[in-house]
């Protein structure tokens, strides 16, 4: 346990991530799967606060929840049987914004800190990334966590095998969420058409690394791969008709935009920033 | 330029950073040069503003300033003609704590911002660390002020070619400087030895990658590399004495300490954390 937390559980803060558009790339090997693409990291994310307990509990926003990834994390520091997860989420489940992502990451940081793990940064993302590429909730998720700001995934995988970049750029967010997609079964569709979509996006994006760019190539992406429903797909249009860039969340019935370009348009949005940092933990008089 | 930033010129915020340990990697490719080793980012830092300009012109803290790095980087944009770069530091200049890197590499990201120059956060990191290496003012402060936190540096050199870690925790830091070392001198002597206790001191700390091994492996880098001076080993022995942890800032005539160590020796200290955040444009609302 860390000098600092003595007295007081470690806490993760983890941020939001939606991804714009993304090219799946299973492997045999989880830490060498994943996905490249691109996307934002949001000053909304998840606290997660890791305690001693008899049997592992984990609860999110107060509610017990069955969460494998977040399992799998704390099987792999050896703590299962030692620890509880408590987790604060800003943003709903299943909405596209990697909140198990999130939970994974931020009660691996927690959990190493709080029973003296003695694990490097890059272990730790790399067992939150593997965890939630083999429950099948996520592919670049962690990654792009992990650095915060506006990840570009160059190449995809953990931490040694992936490759990441950014859009070097800070700025407002909104979002507006109608419910949840099965990310489980988009991937178990044909991810053929994502591939190319999602290689050609992430080549322009490349080109010119702007926040532009990713929300266009992002609109792009969702109209190519068919994955833009109705719903979002009217929410984008009128941003885009009031002059805003807008685009889908993958994967979640949601629509995010840049500056106040949901309330411009009539919207009642949510809204945070790009996150300047990656999952960390958080100063005891800080929470 | 950004749209957000219209009216009101970009400004980076680049945290300082204080090395532990280093051993020098010379090459004759700036981006494969560096340094391994091992620090701490601080909240403590440089705000970095770049301004329209009919000649290139730096400040520090409202003094005229020649930085060769800063120059470099604004002709590796191609704005040299054009931008003003504005300065100002939490830290002293020439005393361990990285304010010529955090120079080079938040003119990089504001000129990037208010020149519309379309670069990727790797291609600025890249620019900022190649100047540094360049100008001999520094070998692995800008990757690890990229990256944030508390930067294990793996393999010397850019994104790309570099490879980074970290300590994953969050910590007061404290520090004291009593004037300048020569940077440039030291590295134009016998750098055996820097690498032998250099690369030793990084092998343990992977093998137990904590703040307490961080700062153990720098005392003792300190010592065997014969950099200690008798001033700073005083102030170490001070904090070590009073059950603290304490080393010297590489390259500065500066001590520094975990939590409240160099205060509970009696020392008046300036105190600041790690900085959670890696290199920023910084939110017009919050400058």
Do not use: W
């Amino acid at each position: 346990m860390s000098e600092e937390s003595r007295g007081a559980p470690p806490t993760a803060f983890v941020p939001g991530h939606v991804t714009g558009f993304f090219a799946p790339h299973p492997a045999d090997d989880p830490a060498r799967a994943g996905s490249r693409g691109a996307g934002l990291t949001l000053t909304d994310g998840v606290r997660v606060t890791v305690r001693e307990a008899d049997g592992p509990t984990v609860t999110l926003d107060g509610d017990p929840i069955s969460m494998p990834p977040v399992e799998t994390v704390l099987d792999g520091l050896g703590v299962a049987d030692r620890a509880r997860v408590v987790a604060e989420s800003d943003l709903p489940l299943g909405t596209g914004f990697g909140v198990s992502g999130a939970m994974a990451l931020g009660a691996a940081l927690a959990a190493n800190d709080r029973f003296g793990c003695e694990r490097s940064a890059n272990d730790l993302v790399t067992l939150a990334h593997c965890a939630e590429v083999a429950a099948g909730t996520g592919l670049g998720d962690v990654v792009a966590q992990a650095r915060g700001g506006v990840p570009i995934r160059l190449d995809p995988g953990a931490p040694g095998d992936g490759r990441l970049d950014g859009v070097p750029s800070t700025r407002r967010v909104e979002y507006v969420t109608f419910g949840d997609l099965s990310t489980v079964e988009v991937l178990a569709g044909d991810t053929d058409p994502l591939v190319s979509a999602g290689d050609a996006a992430l080549s322009r994006l490349v080109d010119r690394p702007t926040l532009s760019t990713l929300v266009a190539e992002s609109r792009r992406f969702a109209r190519d791969a068919g994955l833009l429903t109705d719903r979002v797909r009217e929410v984008v249009d009128a941003v885009v008709d009031t002059g805003g860039e807008a685009s889908m969340v993958m994967l979640g019935e949601t629509a995010f935009a840049l500056d106040a370009g949901l309330t411009d348009a009539g919207f009642d949005a949510e809204a945070c920033r790009t996150c300047d940092a990656g999952a960390h933990l958080v100063p005891a008089d800080d929470r």
